[in-house]
């Protein structure tokens, strides 16, 4: 009896669920009835807030994670320095790469992805 119940109750909520949404959603049409002109007018009007926001917070705040974890294998590559006598590269020279291509990315970055 509650393996019924339960599905009556499950049948009950996604009808109801289904009535709601019809009943609220909103119909959007295109402005001259072209979708793809309307997509690409949003895209002109906030394509440079968008690029403000990536090259003022984005990159920054990638270029800061970056650099504290250069500076943190750094850190432990010298660390194991003293322990064996062997300094590796591999891990701060990557992390010293990546942080110097996001460092530069915003000079170039737009041209690149055709912005």
Partial sequence: ???KKRIIKTAVLLLVMTVFTAAFSVTAFADGGSVSQAIEGTWNTASGQIKDVVNNVVFPIIDVILAVFFFAKLGLAYFDYRKSGHFEWTG???????????LTAPTYVWTVAGV
């Fill in 92 to 102: 701060p020279a990557i992390l010293f790469a990546c942080l110097i291509f996001t």
């Fill in 1 to 3: 009896m509650t393996k």
